[in-house]
């Protein structure tokens, strides 16, 4: 047991004390070796993050014109089902007494973008809220449970991502 200053008075005060007898200061515990250990552990992760990478990177393989024919036709696909799923939205949107109210629950496309499907939740006229399901099929819209059924269970495409 030996006696060192206090950090805050400078009275002398044991290495055993948790205060400081006169002015009542936490005493500060060395690091110990453990303490060292993880410091240089973290030392070297740190490093090794911003050490300059030392990979080589491979060339991309050229495509043939198939797959870029291929790629372009899926790309464009998709151009066509997020440009009918917006047009779906604007129509809903315009027929509602609260657009601001529209919530998109779910946005279903086929691949040829000919059939949407759209379940959504808006404020009716009362103030409170429905739930409703909307079909496009060549430009057309229904409603009702035997249309979804028919148009919207199997081969679609979900684009929710295109919502959020």
């Known amino acids: 047991?030996?006696?060192?200053?206090?950090?805050?008075?400078?009275?002398q005060v044991s290495d055993d004390a948790k205060n400081c007898p006169s002015c009542g200061a936490k005493q500060k515990k060395p690091v110990g070796?453990?303490?060292?250990?993880?410091?240089?552990?973290?030392?070297?992760?740190?490093?090794?993050?911003?050490?300059p990478g030392t990979t080589i990177s491979q060339p991309l393989a050229a495509k043939t014109p198939a797959e870029i024919a291929a790629e372009e036709a899926a790309n464009n696909a998709f151009k066509a089902r997020a440009?009918?799923?917006?047009?779906?939205?604007?129509?809903?949107?315009s027929n509602l007494r609260d657009p601001a109210s529209l919530i998109i629950e779910s946005l279903l496309i086929n691949d040829n973008a000919s059939v949407g499907c759209a379940g959504y939740r808006a404020k009716n006229g009362f103030g409170g809220t429905n739930r409703e399901h909307v079909?496009?099929?060549?430009?057309?819209?229904?409603?009702?449970?035997?249309?979804?059924n028919k148009h919207c269970l199997k081969g679609m495409n979900d684009l929710m991502e295109l919502v959020k």
């Open 1 to 11: 047991m030996s006696l060192k200053p206090c950090h805050e008075c400078k009275h």
């Open 33 to 51: 070796l453990v303490g060292w250990i993880f410091a240089i552990f973290i030392g070297f992760i740190a490093f090794q993050c911003t050490r």
């Open 83 to 93: 440009a009918f799923g917006a047009e779906m939205i604007d129509t809903i949107q």
């Open 135 to 148: 079909i496009f099929v060549n430009g057309k819209a229904k409603k009702g449970a035997d249309a979804w």
